[in-house]
């Protein structure tokens, strides 16, 4: 007992040791192979069409397995979905739900806004943030009416290091909402977060809370029976007494060939 008391903890210094030069070492190398194809790159345009369908291959192959080690890693945001199912199941959710918001953001937008205002925007419960990026990519200046200078905020600190690497035009904080200052953000943007509340009203105050201008909050609508993980039923009585127009609207994200499945898009006047 006495030995195992004096080497435990030598142990476990040596191992983090370890640990911390194999992780400097792997930096050094990747930081290496990174620079040699930055120093590289100009030399493409010269490359013949087989060379570069070669390098467009091993460069795609390079990517997939750099987002299966940030999704298996600590912080990756591996679950019970594969990295495949991850990307293309709910980034392809969050994307399309993006889409079906975007008329009436822009409504909101063109009747309160300055053309070539600088607005800021937060998407609360991204999961992959490809949302967020997708909005971020419209608006990254003032061609599309305004530029709009996107956040994102997850309470999951497991999305960090995805939507660091996947979604580069989006600063990303792990956070909680009940943490942030009120009337900070222009516009502040919930998308199929709230029905997995047992008491979503609490939470879409705080939305209107931190919010200056416009809140849009997405669910699905009266949900009956309720997907496993949903925890309420949202309808437009979940809304009474907020100064809101609440719209109904046919999504290809939520049961498309359902003809009663809809979506319940409030748009909340914070000002």
């Not at 291959?57 to 979905?81: F, M, Q, S, T």
């Not at 900070?184 to 939470?203: A, G, K, Q």
């Not at 909050?217 to 949903?230: C, D, F, L, M, Q």
Request: hydrophobic letters at 40%; glycine letters at 6%; aromatic letters at 8%.
């Amino acid at each position: 007992m006495g030995t195992s008391i004096k080497t435990g903890p030598l142990k476990a210094r040596v191992l983090r040791k370890f640990t911390e030069l194999n992780s400097a070492l792997m930096k050094r190398r990747l930081l290496r192979v990174l620079h040699m194809l930055k120093n590289s790159a100009v030399k493409i345009p010269s490359l013949n069409d087989v060379d570069y369908a070669e390098i467009c291959r091993a460069w795609h192959d390079a990517a997939n397995v750099l987002k299966d080690g940030i999704y298996a890693g600590p912080e990756g945001g591996a679950g019970r979905h594969t990295r495949e199912e991850f990307e293309n199941l709910w980034g392809a959710q969050s994307t399309i739900f993006m889409a079906d918001m975007l008329p009436y953001l822009h409504r909101e937008l063109v009747a309160n806004y300055r053309r070539k205002q600088v607005l800021k925007v937060l998407d609360v419960g991204v999961a992959t943030g490809y949302g967020s990026r997708f909005l971020a990519s419209l608006h990254a200046d003032h061609s599309i009416y305004s530029r709009m200078e996107v956040e994102a905020l997850d309470v999951n600190p497991t999305r960090k290091r995805w939507v660091e690497a996947m979604v580069p035009n989006v600063q990303f904080r792990v956070q909680d909402l009940f943490e942030l200052p009120s009337n900070t953000w222009d516009m502040v943007i919930c998308s199929h977060v709230v029905e997995h509340l047992v008491n979503p009203r609490e939470f879409i105050n705080k939305l209107q809370d931190i919010c200056r201008g416009f809140a849009f909050v997405y669910t699905p609508y009266n949900e009956n029976p309720r997907i496993s993980g949903h925890l309420c039923t949202i309808t437009e009585k979940t809304y009474e007494g907020l100064p809101c127009r609440t719209h109904l609207i046919k999504s290809m994200g939520w049961h498309p060939n359902r003809p009663n499945d809809f979506c319940i898009l409030a748009v909340i006047d914070c000002r």
